[in-house]
């Protein structure tokens, strides 16, 4: 343990690697973010908006039970293994998109996307904590995030212009096949594991242990528990976007290319900006970056009913990617901070189990909402809900 030292300066060169690998990792989800509602309405004839979101609720459901189980089974078994898992479980992924022949067959798809990015990105998380310590924990989770949803928005992009120009299947989901090879070359080979890091700073850190960890994350504790919630609702807004979204605008007459570039913006502003608001996380107070990104996020979303044209629409992503940049580093520095380091992982994996159950419960919730009133209304009551989280926020947290 002599020559483990703790620091970004001091790990970075594996710190780097892993923000490349997670860059793969929200990669695979950019495949479907501009697509796959356009093959389950054009190709499978699905009418109904609830039918048609059962591929993120599928994803939302196993992704935030894998990341509990990352969580638990981390500090048993090594982030590394998790990792390498997480890459061999997504390699079916991409060849099922393209060759699938029902939209079973795309739900299945969404079961194992759920599992490799339950493992790989909450495995990335971890270790990059691991290896910075308790210093830069807000800039080193802006890296990976911003690495992550950057990802997500230029392969959201690319698959939207080659759906555009060659159709929808096969060709954006090649993209999928050099994600995943790449992913693995990297975790077997490059990537080493971080338990030294946790030892450690085990043997100098003070902050106390939780007694009950899954109780205390999910609401007791006051500050874990309003992180968790806003979590839940911050994935919530996003699966009702990744949802819903390409639809509106479909409705409003965009073509597919359209869509690609406006749906791309959204995490494209999200990841970008996480590169400055992560930095922020370890200067100013959690609770107001918190409060306000949530805030700005419900109001984005309540004046996106209002919207009508091109520029409305990328200007409210601008503002909805902005306000999600601000909460999601913010997140898990503040899960970290709060937590000893032995906890870390559990407790990580807790908060992101209750955060991506928001991916099936917004889908689920607002599809419903879509199928018997319309897709406005929809909005409307997921914006309800993000200003209302702010303000538990703004009045429970420390």
């Keep these: 343990m002599t020559n483990i030292k703790?620091?970004?300066?001091?790990n970075l060169s594996q710190f780097v690697l892993l923000v490349i690998v997670n860059a793969f990792v929200g990669g695979m989800v950019g495949l479907e973010r501009t697509i796959l509602p356009e093959i389950a309405e054009k190709e499978f004839h699905l009418a109904a908006t609830s039918v048609v979101l059962s591929f993120i609720i599928v994803f939302g459901?196993?992704?935030?039970?894998?990341?509990?189980?990352?969580?638990?089974?981390?500090?048993?078994?090594?982030?590394?293994?998790?990792?390498i898992i997480g890459w061999?479980?997504?390699?079916?992924?991409?060849?099922?998109?393209?060759?699938?022949?029902?939209?079973?067959?795309?739900?299945?798809?969404?079961?194992?996307?759920?599992?490799?990015?339950?493992?790989?990105?909450?495995?990335?998380?971890?270790m990059k904590i691991d290896l910075v310590g308790d210093k830069q924990r807000g800039f080193a989770m802006g890296l990976n995030e911003f690495a992550g949803y950057l990802a997500v928005a230029i392969v959201a992009f690319f698959s939207g212009y080659i759906a555009s120009e060659y159709g929808v299947r096969p060709y954006p989901f090649y993209i999928g096949i050099v994600l995943v090879a790449l992913g693995l070359f990297f975790s077997i080979f490059l990537i080493k594991d971080t338990s030294g890091h946790v030892s450690l700073e085990s043997a100098e850190n003070k902050i106390p242990k939780l007694k009950h960890v899954f109780w205390?994350?999910?609401?007791?504790?006051?500050?874990?528990?309003?992180?968790?919630?806003?979590?839940?609702?911050?994935?919530?807004?996003?699966?009702?976007?990744?949802?819903?979204?390409?639809?509106?605008?479909?409705?409003?007459?965009?073509?597919?290319?359209?869509?690609?570039?406006?749906?791309?913006?959204?995490?494209?502003?999200?990841?970008?900006?996480?590169?400055?608001?992560?930095?922020?996380?370890?200067?100013?107070?959690?609770?107001?970056?918190?409060?306000?990104?949530?805030?700005l996020q419900g109001i984005a979303l309540l004046f996106f009913v209002l919207a009508t044209t091109k520029f409305h629409f990328i200007f409210l992503s601008v503002i909805l990617g902005f306000g999600t940049a601000?909460?999601?580093?913010?997140?898990?520095?503040?899960?970290?901070?709060?937590?000893?380091?032995?906890d870390r992982a559990k407790s990580l994996g807790i908060f992101r189990l209750w955060r991506d159950l928001g991916y099936a419960i917004g889908a689920l919730l607002t599809g419903l909402i879509a199928d018997f009133y319309n897709i406005e209304i929809s909005i409307?009551?997921?914006?309800?809900?993000?200003?209302?989280?702010a303000l538990i926020i703004l009045r429970r947290m420390e």
């Design 61 to 83: 459901i196993v992704k935030a039970l894998t990341n509990y189980f990352t969580g638990a089974l981390a500090n048993k078994f090594g982030r590394k293994k998790l990792l």
């Design 6 to 10: 703790l620091g970004l300066k001091e």
């Design 216 to 295: 205390e994350t999910t609401w007791k504790n006051k500050n874990l528990g309003s992180v968790t919630q806003a979590g839940l609702i911050n994935n919530l807004n996003d699966g009702m976007t990744w949802g819903l979204f390409p639809i509106l605008l479909a409705q409003k007459k965009f073509d597919l290319y359209e869509i690609g570039i406006i749906t791309a913006i959204y995490p494209a502003v999200w990841g970008l900006g996480q590169l400055f608001t992560g930095k922020m996380a370890d200067q100013f107070s959690k609770k107001l970056l918190l409060f306000w990104g949530m805030l």
């Design 326 to 342: 601000l909460v999601y580093p913010t997140f898990l520095a503040t899960v970290a901070e709060n937590t000893h380091p032995t």
């Design 88 to 126: 061999i479980i997504g390699i079916p992924v991409p060849f099922i998109l393209m060759l699938a022949d029902n939209w079973n067959w795309i739900v299945a798809a969404n079961v194992l996307l759920g599992i490799n990015q339950g493992l790989t990105w909450s495995s990335t998380v971890v």
């Design 380 to 389: 409307i009551v997921v914006g309800i809900l993000t200003v209302f989280s």
